[in-house]
């Protein structure tokens, strides 16, 4: 070993010749001698020492850029997400006003309906009146012309007895007069029966064009009420296919919402009731009555799917003002394993103990820790819905305590498999995770 050592000198001795370190005290001096290895081996350890320093410093400084480069995106990242909130707030509120708007149309166009089918109604009435008029008129002139046939048959008959009569006891004279006063009395009821037949003809006339006028009022009244219905119709459409496509998108029917809000419903609003009209038999309720009955039945559907939307986890979970989002519904790298794997919900970052909410009224069905979600809370909703909200800090409801929307269920935190401070939220419907994104963009839609 120190032969080669020596020979290791001698190699080096052309290129660092060996040098000495002189060390000088009060009464002695010494000195120590540096030999080409040791040399090569210090100037070694210094090229190294130097390289490091350099490679350290480079890795700082792209450290250092690199973090103001992600903050500067994260600033970018929220004003976007701030003005994307802004934009569905103000069609939230527009979608609000039309709605509040068609429901005012609708009921101003109920009173209309209401108010015409009272007209429609008189209308009908004074109609089987003159009916009923027409055939009292007609049934006294057979009467007068009857009686009118009967004095004529009886004047012939006296005239022609008259003529035959012979050997009366009364004088020729005598028989003229009462010959006189029965023509003058049969003038006289030809006459008065001419004028109440040209009388009841002028009514008859009278009572036909009075009629025809209500025939053509009641056309008029049921072109306006096509046009009235038409407009209703279209109102409730309108209304009804977004709540509808709301449904579609969070993945329940809107039959089985129907279904179930109406086994709820303890009593049917007055106002939403058919229309029944009771009659006499003489008039028979008409198409008009029954697209007013399916009006309302579209606008029981309008309530209905108001109260399946109330009942639905559309709800943030937290504050938007104050959280920001940091992951969503799909795959993604695993922050902890580093593998691509399934991310069953979505992710909000805040401050720890920032209040976690409940998305709708439900029964909290777990309360406690479970593995990887840390401090779990589940919420069990209607419709076979469930929601997750998972590393929470703190706990603030029980197993089979009834939470409402906005209801604080606990404080976020960390806890469980967990690189940060964080709410994992997610929605189960029938126990299969689906995008809780849906959720709330319905939620943001609507309300």
């Known amino acids: 070993m120190r032969r080669h050592f020596v020979r290791l000198n001698q190699r080096l001795e052309s290129h660092l010749p060996e040098q000495r370190l002189f060390l000088r005290s009060d009464k002695t001096t010494r000195f120590v001698r540096l030999r080409p290895a040791t040399q090569a081996v210090a100037l070694t350890g210094v090229s190294l020492f130097f390289a490091w320093a350099v490679i350290a410093t480079s890795i700082l400084l792209m450290d250092v850029i690199g973090s103001g480069s992600l903050r500067d995106q994260a600033l970018r990242d929220q004003a976007n997400y701030e003005q994307r909130l802004n934009l569905l707030a103000a069609e939230r ?21 209401s108010e015409m089918q009272m007209q429609l109604l008189a209308s009908e ?147 939403l009731r058919p229309i029944a009209i009771s009659t006499s038999g003489t008039i028979t309720p008409g198409s008009d009555i029954a697209r007013a009955n399916a009006i309302l039945e579209r606008m029981a559907d309008v309530d209905a799917y108001r109260r399946g939307i109330d009942r639905l986890p559309v709800a943030r979970p937290v504050n938007a003002r104050t959280v920001r989002q940091t992951s969503g ?76 929307r906005g209801q604080r269920i606990g404080g976020m935190g960390t806890t469980g498999a967990s690189t940060g401070v964080h709410l994992h939220y997610e929605v189960r419907v029938n126990g299969r995770p689906v995008n809780p994104i849906t959720y709330v963009r319905a939620g943001d839609n609507v309300f």
């Not at 003058?184 to 009821?189: E, G, N, Q, R, S």
């Open 93 to 113: 509120d527009a979608r609000a006003q039309e709605t509040e708007a068609a429901h005012a149309r609708f009921a101003e166009a109920m009173e209309r309906i």
């Open 125 to 271: 009435e004074r109609r089987l009146e003159l009916e009923t008029g027409i055939d009292t008129i007609h049934g006294t002139i057979r009467r007068v012309t009857r009686e009118r046939d009967e004095a004529r048959a009886r004047l012939a008959e006296v005239t022609r007895t008259l003529e035959v009569e012979t050997g009366s006891t009364r004088t020729a004279a005598d028989r003229s007069r009462d010959n006189e006063e029965m023509l003058d009395y049969m003038l006289t009821a030809m006459a008065r029966v001419n004028r109440n037949t040209h009388d009841l003809g002028m009514d008859a006339e009278q009572a036909r064009n009075q009629a025809r006028h209500l025939a053509m009022e009641n056309e008029l009244l049921k072109d306006r009420n096509h046009v009235i219905f038409s407009q209703l119709e279209e109102a409730l459409e309108q209304v009804i296919g977004p709540m509808e496509r709301v449904f579609r998108s969070a993945g329940v029917s809107s039959d089985q919402i129907r279904r179930l809000v109406r086994q709820g419903a303890n009593s049917q609003t007055a106002s």
């Open 329 to 404: 519904f799909g795959m993604r790298r695993h922050p902890l394993t580093g593998r691509s794997t399934m991310h069953n919900g979505l992710d909000w970052a805040g401050s720890r103990g920032t209040p976690i909410l409940a998305s709708a009224d439900g029964v909290v069905k777990q309360a406690g820790r479970q593995g990887g979600y840390g401090n779990l809370v589940v919420i069990t909703h209607d419709f076979g819905i469930e929601t997750y909200y998972a590393h929470l800090n703190s706990i603030d409801v029980r197993v089979g305590q009834r939470v409402s």
